[in-house]
């Protein structure tokens, strides 16, 4: 029998099956609340929309253009469509700007690739996304800890980076309501980023994933538009940034884009060659159709229905959390952000939980390089309604309650 682990590259070593989706497959129990999965609620995909745009493609002249391959860059009425997005948001870019991708998980692989040799060092947040640090993991790099409130400094990076053997090659951050904490960098932080990376000479990986769900408070600029404020053309700045159509119209269709200078750009789309050739045709033009005709009124309805949520969960914190657990009270986004009492472990405590409680998390462990953040848990709202939502944190202080009554 072939030893297969003696074949494997050295980059299959960190790959790992991710904590979350080894969850997502236990928890079709009706009997569970879960607050687990960071997936948008089905139940507000625009499925009408859909369904016209794929029907109209099929009954129209351009279904051989839809089923046949097209470039790697992407299908340019899409592409037309994303620079004016990017230009309200204050991101002047032109079509060659932008690049689409399956998702915007794929153009995290497609930047690891492009800039991690081994032993260079990203820099993310701790916590930060887990399917970032999947992404990043197979071109062998080292973390070091970015932090937008207060970086060490430049040197003190690159003397780290050197020791082990690399150089720093980006920063990588979610700044608006951050998978798994909500929590959004202020300007000051972006601004202290984007100098951070000035002082280094790298890029800034901005993941824009959840960008356009904010449900209250002021929109802070994009990373890429104060670039853009200070150096005056897209292509003179390092920042890469990355959005996604499947937190507002569906991530079945794996569309995504990424929007840089066009020497980044231009090698995306050789890597895009080798690997795939072009993201799905069809799936790309019925994103172009739905989105043209009506983005902001379906962006409008995911924000009242998950708003609602969220406002649920913040209250049921409240009301049924015991004293010294904390949490984040995000501005948008799915998910909030819980720290429980040191000493208290969150693996321990989602085992119980199912078996107890019947309520299923994220235990935080997952989303730091480093593996610390024991006491620290992810909840997510966007897939429960409000008699769930009170039901599963009550519940869950409960449980709560009793462990750290036991550990005192
Ligand atoms: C922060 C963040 N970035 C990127 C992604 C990947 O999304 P997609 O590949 O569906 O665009 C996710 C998905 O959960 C996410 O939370």
């Excluded at 080798?274 to 172009?288: F, G, K, P, V, W």
């Excluded at 998910?335 to 000493?343: A, D, N």
């Excluded at 769930?388 to 709560?400: P, T």
Aim: charged share 20%; aromatic share 10%.
């Amino acid at each position: 029998m072939l030893n297969w682990e003696s074949i494997f590259a050295t980059r299959s070593n960190r790959m790992r099956a991710s904590e979350i989706r080894e969850l997502l497959k236990l928890l079709d129990r009706p009997e569970i609340i879960s607050f687990a999965g960071g997936i948008p609620d089905p139940e507000l995909f625009p499925n009408d929309a859909f369904k016209e745009a794929y029907a109209e493609i099929f009954g129209g002249p351009t279904v051989g253009a839809a089923l046949q391959y097209s470039v790697s860059e992407g299908y340019r009425p899409l592409r037309e469509w994303l620079a004016g997005q990017m230009a309200a948001i204050g991101i002047p870019a032109s079509v060659d700007n932008i690049f689409i991708t399956s998702g915007s998980q794929q153009g995290l692989d497609y930047l690891g690739k492009l800039f991690l040799s081994p032993k260079d060092t990203a820099l993310v947040t701790w916590p930060t996304y887990l399917g970032a640090l999947q992404a990043f993991n197979a071109y062998e790099p080292t973390y070091d800890q970015l932090n937008p409130a207060g970086n060490r400094t430049p040197g003190a990076y690159a003397q780290a980076a050197e020791e082990g053997g690399g150089r720093v090659k980006f920063a990588y951050l979610s700044a608006d309501f951050a998978n798994p904490t909500g929590e959004t960098v202020d300007r000051a932080g972006r601004e202290r980023v984007l100098a951070l990376a000035e002082e280094l000479d790298i890029a800034v990986i901005e993941d824009a994933a959840y960008q356009s769900l904010r449900y209250d408070g002021e929109a802070v600029p994009p990373i890429l538009a104060l670039e853009i404020a200070r150096k005056g053309d897209i292509n003179n700045t390092r920042t890469i940034y990355c959005g996604s159509f499947s937190k507002t119209l569906a991530p079945g269709l794996r569309v995504g884009w990424i929007c840089a200078a066009e020497p980044v750009i231009r090698k995306l789309v050789l890597m895009k060659q080798a690997a795939d050739l072009h993201s799905s045709t069809i799936n790309q033009m019925a994103i172009a159709t739905v989105a043209e005709r009506g983005f902001d009124e379906q962006v409008k309805k995911i924000h009242g229905a998950y708003r609602q949520r969220r406002n649920a969960m913040l209250l049921a914190l409240e009301r049924y959390m015991p004293a010294g657990v904390t949490w984040t009270k995000p501005e948008g986004g799915m998910f909030i952000w819980v720290t429980l009492p040191k000493g208290t472990d969150g693996a321990e405590l989602l085992a119980k939980s199912i078996e107890t409680a019947k309520v299923a998390f994220v235990p935080g462990r997952a989303f730091f390089a480093d593996g610390s953040g024991e006491n620290t848990l992810r909840l997510s709202f966007s897939c429960a309604n409000g008699r769930m939502i009170d039901e599963g944190i009550r519940r869950l202080g409960d449980l709560v309650r009793g462990e750290v009554a036991q550990a005192a």
